[in-house]
């Protein structure tokens, strides 16, 4: 226990999830990050972990490096000097998969939903037992005498495949990271070949029709709403409060589940985490009392009200999950104007999913829309703007600035749904701020 963890990249969601983790296990953990604040630091702070600016010296002789994939020797100083001096270190997946071994492992994997489900299932289970568990939100916990480990598994640039977990949840296939996959086939053929790495149990969704045609090793359990799925949810009743369903499994009634959560999507999460639960051998009726406690995890569809105005958080960056978000926008306010402020993320996404983004964005009542969002890992060749967004939108979509968010004053009535992966959260507070200076110039 005397050795550190230093992550190189510390603020990373995945990163400081594994970090905080760690140091509940009672590792001696630190790390490096830049400056700019982002808000997985946080949980960080409140646990006493130190972060550093990145330097050499943060390489001592006594600890074992954990380097953040979005960093590399021509980025970063402390990545280029462990390689000049042959300091050896894993990146987050290449760790994680040796860490998983030594528990009974829970993997949740999918283009969508995967944090939300992992979220649930870490809630429910460390609920029930012992369990550590990471999240890509940026949430870890660790105890020393775990046997379970819930995890979310991450496809991109298949850094899941040092996994081999006992159960695993796949939720669902569909093209994303163009930056990265060729095609849909392509990122079918990572799943695919993910799905073999299970060894006790895969439980996919059974309406996702790339998820018919996985094979694997394990046994696969599909879940759905539709006949000829092994789980099926039933009776659905979705109201303001949250949503309760039946689930039955081959023809056997396992009873009424609720959650204090919206859309269908989240009632899919649910049944996909009751399915792997019961197959594990667990009490439903104690899977059943820790769903109704589930509180979500953070940037989705997070909520708080300004100056008596609700603004939702959502880290939905891709057209399915803009399509959820809303849905879920307005199973919970069905008499308010549902207002989308999207950003969208990534020069390639935008470009090869361009049409399907306008079709999403035409389920809310209003757009507004903030500049695209380059990653790191992308150069801007001019290519797509976020006007050629604007205008595939069949609704009036209007672009805004960070310094400028006062045209979304004009709705009275509304609920404000702020969407995306890069600094759409700069917008939301621009917009907070605002909020309040209404009631200070009021008064």
Do not use: C, W
């Amino acid at each position: 226990m005397t050795k550190t963890y230093h992550f190189i990249g510390i603020k990373g969601s995945g990163m400081s999830a594994l970090a905080l983790m760690l140091h509940q296990m009672g590792h001696h953990v630190q790390g490096s990050d830049v400056e700019k604040y982002y808000f997985t630091q946080r949980g960080l702070e409140q646990a006493g972990i130190k972060i550093l600016p990145f330097d050499e010296k943060n390489l001592q002789a006594d600890v074992e490096v954990i380097a953040g994939n979005a960093f590399r020797p021509d980025n970063n100083i402390e990545i280029a000097y462990a390689d000049a001096n042959g300091i050896t270190y894993k990146r987050y997946h290449e760790f994680l998969g040796t860490f998983m071994r030594d528990f009974v492992s829970m993997g949740v994997a999918g283009a969508h939903g995967k944090t939300s489900t992992t979220g649930m299932l870490a809630h429910v289970l460390s609920n029930i037992t012992d369990t550590s568990y990471l999240i890509g939100d940026g949430t870890g916990r660790g105890s020393a005498n775990a046997k379970y480990f819930a995890f979310e598994a991450d496809e991109y640039e298949r850094h899941f495949m040092p996994y081999h977990p006992e159960y695993s949840i796949i939720t669902n296939i569909d093209f994303d990271h163009p930056d990265y996959f060729t095609s849909l086939e392509d990122v079918f053929n990572a799943f695919n070949d993910y799905a073999k790495q299970v060894s006790k149990g895969l439980f996919v969704y059974g309406e996702d029709k790339e998820l018919r045609r996985v094979t694997a090793n394990a046994p696969i359990y599909y879940y759905g709403f539709k006949e000829g799925n092994d789980f099926i949810a039933h009776d659905l009743l979705r109201s303001t409060t949250g949503s309760s369903f039946k689930v039955s499994f081959r023809g056997q009634e396992l009873g009424e589940f609720k959650i204090p959560s919206f859309g269908r999507h989240n009632i899919m999460n649910a049944t996909a985490v009751i399915g792997l639960l019961y197959t594990a051998g667990f009490d439903l009726n104690l899977v059943r009392e820790h769903l109704v406690t589930f509180g979500g995890v953070k940037r989705r569809f997070t909520e708080k009200v300004v100056n008596g105005t609700t603004i939702i958080d959502d880290f939905a960056h891709h057209p399915t999950e803009i399509i959820a978000t809303l849905d879920a926008a307005r199973q919970k306010y069905p008499s308010k104007e549902i207002v989308a402020i999207f950003q969208p993320h990534t020069f390639t996404r935008t470009i090869a999913l361009l049409d399907e983004f306008a079709e999403a964005l035409n389920q809310a009542d209003a757009v507004y829309l903030a500049q695209i969002y380059g990653s790191a890992r992308e150069v801007d060749h001019g290519d797509v703007k976020v006007e050629d967004l604007a205008e595939k939108i069949i609704k009036k979509a209007e672009i805004i600035t960070v310094d400028n968010v006062s045209p979304l004053l004009e709705h009275p009535n509304a609920v404000y749904v702020f969407m995306g992966a890069g600094d759409i959260q700069t917008y939301e507070y621009s917009f907070e701020r605002l909020l309040s200076n209404l009631t200070s110039n009021v008064q």
